[in-house]
């Protein structure tokens, strides 16, 4: 942010105002073993002293944004009960009309919004991100389908079990098993030479709906295969084109469930020259998906960063020129449905049955801005755990 051509003191003249707090940071420290006092302090002092700040004053907040860093339900606690996971920043009232970047938002939520996990690459300047493009379409891949990831035999409703089991009996899938302890998981040689040499990249959901492995595919030039649309496609809006089906794959869960077929059949079915289309598509999504090397500036291209913030700016534009105009941007917003507006077509203004709302159906006796309580808490946890032991 400091490298930003366009950044001034002023606040009159800001087109949206960063406010420099390391959300992730403060509560990576106290996520286990403080109590909430602990977790909440920072975050309560931050509202507050934004709250008494001209700038606030003029928008109350909705031209400011802040970056997290990690999974939106570190920073979405239900309660005041010891025992709850993380802290409740975006709960707050001045934090909700803030916006949030974070490698994953909630679909129930309007005030978090996805931007890509970083990745292994950090390229200088353009010259960089184009050899590693032209690497990428001339490289040979042996394998139709890969998969890197670890079973969950503690999570009923994961269908990574099976899908290593269909990777083990098939001769065109490469399986990278990330066991606890050593593991070729944690080497980003074995990683992304395994995505360079496969056609089709599985990326069920992890500890929650997404992975950063689905970024290295991607800089891998190999297709990701999807099995939630909470994964990708209602996450990472600024970034992914609104039609998935032209750079990825979308096979439901239940299919893998139901065992509706097997997967290598139906990647097998795919005709060889939409494959090279699709994956000419992830070669060209490259640049916005990664974040240049901050100490010097990509010429012509727009990276993650460059996108993220654009975004914002434009969202804030948008709600300015609505202020003044006297409208809302959608008609009979409703925040549990979040995840649907950035799909809609432009000019429609109100959200109705999408295909995908079994997917983010609550359990019985949530309440609105609930999240899925006790599953987003518990990935949250299985997040940071995970975590630990790679740092371990």
């Not at 570190?74 to 707050?92: A, C, M, P, Q, V």
């Not at 990428?136 to 503690?154: D, N, Q, V």
């Not at 999240?371 to 630990?388: C, D, L, P, R, V």
């Amino acid at each position: 942010m400091k490298q930003y051509d366009c950044l001034t003191n002023d606040s009159s003249l800001a087109a949206a105002i960063f406010v420099p707090f390391y959300a992730g940071f403060d509560i990576a420290k106290y996520l286990w073993g403080y109590n909430i006092s602990r977790r909440d302090a920072a975050s309560l002092d931050l509202v507050d002293w934004l709250m008494k700040r001209p700038e606030w004053k003029i928008m109350q907040g909705r031209d400011h944004f802040l970056v997290g860093g990690r999974i939106t339900w570190d920073f979405r606690r239900l309660s005041d009960e010891e025992g709850d996971w993380g802290n409740k920043l975006l709960f707050l009232p001045a934090a909700k009309n803030m916006s949030m970047l974070v490698v994953e938002s909630s679909p129930w939520n309007a005030n978090d919004f996805g931007i890509p996990y970083p990745t292994y690459f950090h390229p200088a300047k353009d010259a960089d991100v184009f050899v590693w493009q032209d690497r990428m379409r001339k490289l040979e891949r042996k394998y139709l389908f890969s998969f890197a990831g670890a079973p969950r035999p503690g999570n009923p409703k994961s269908i990574r079990g099976q899908i290593i089991d269909q990777c083990r009996g098939s001769k065109v899938c490469k399986l990278l098993e990330c066991d606890f302890g050593e593991s070729k998981c944690h080497s980003p040689s074995s990683i992304m030479q395994m995505f360079q040499s496969s056609l089709f990249c599985l990326q069920p959901q992890g500890d929650s709906y997404t992975r950063r492995s689905a970024f290295d595919s991607m800089l891998a030039g190999c297709i990701p295969v999807f099995f939630h649309p909470g994964s990708a496609y209602t996450q990472y809006t600024w970034h992914l084109p609104k039609n998935f089906s032209t750079y990825s794959v979308f096979i439901p869960e239940d299919d893998i469930r139901k065992r509706n077929g097997s997967i290598e059949e139906l990647l097998s079915q795919i005709p060889p020259e939409q494959v090279q289309i699709m994956r000419e598509n992830v070669i060209n999504l490259i640049p916005q998906l990664i974040y240049a090397d901050p100490r010097s500036k990509l010429e012509t291209l727009k990276d993650a960063f460059d996108v993220a913030v654009q975004a914002v700016i434009d969202k804030v534009t948008r709600l300015r020129k609505n202020i003044i105009q006297g409208r809302t941007e959608y008609d009979n917003f409703v925040e549990e449905n979040s995840w649907k507006y950035a799909l809609l077509e432009d000019g429609q203004r109100e959200a109705g049955w999408h295909e995908w709302d079994p997917f983010f159906s609550k359990p019985k006796g949530e309440s609105s801005g609930d999240s899925s309580t006790g599953s987003s808490a518990e990935a949250a946890k299985n997040s940071w755990k995970n975590e630990q032991r790679d740092q371990k």
